[in-house]
């Protein structure tokens, strides 16, 4: 019987960068859910998981960005309840933009990922709000809010950047 995947796919593959990667997104889940939902300002918690997503695109490229991203996407909206299937649409495209933009267009260096982070961020809170606004109505208090979420989420951002800058170096 012929197979379609190749003998040597599995070799090609580092295994302890994707231990390593799963073990980044495990952290980052529970910090997440558990830590990050305790820091409310004005009734808005920081969120980190767009910010990996794009990092995981720029150091890991277009291909294992988005994989890592679409899991990552997965097992977030298995965690947060009111969605369904949101972080696991909008992640991996997140982080295939980014990886094709710092292929072509944009370094790889801190202040380049805090832009596009910046950018993950608010597209993510802007589909959260038009997701609720579509459900239920519009308010102009969801622009607020959506705002905020970013803000408030550029800090901790900063924090994600190191873990997949490091682990893309590994061989």
């Excluded at 996407?73 to 094709?100: H, K, Q, R, Y």
């Amino acid at each position: 019987m012929k197979t379609v995947i190749p003998k040597d796919f599995l070799e090609k593959i580092n295994m302890g960068k994707v231990l390593r990667y799963g073990i980044f997104m495990l952290v980052l889940l529970i910090a997440q859910n558990i830590l990050f939902t305790q820091l409310r300002i004005l009734g808005v918690c920081p969120m980190v998981l767009p910010a990996a997503a794009v990092a995981m695109g720029m150091f890991e490229g277009a291909t294992w960005g988005p994989v890592f991203s679409l899991l990552l996407g997965i097992f977030a909206d298995m965690a947060f309840i009111e969605n369904t299937v949101f972080f696991t649409l909008v992640f991996p495209a997140i982080s295939f933009a980014a990886a094709f933009i710092s292929n072509f267009f944009i370094n790889r260096r801190f202040f380049a990922y805090m832009g596009a982070a910046v950018f993950g961020l608010l597209l993510t809170a802007a589909g959260q709000m038009l997701k609720t606004a579509a459900l239920d109505s519009f308010s102009v208090v969801m622009l607020t809010t959506a705002l905020l979420q970013t803000i408030w989420s550029i800090p901790f951002a900063v924090l994600v950047y190191f873990p997949p800058a490091r682990l893309s170096r590994l061989e």
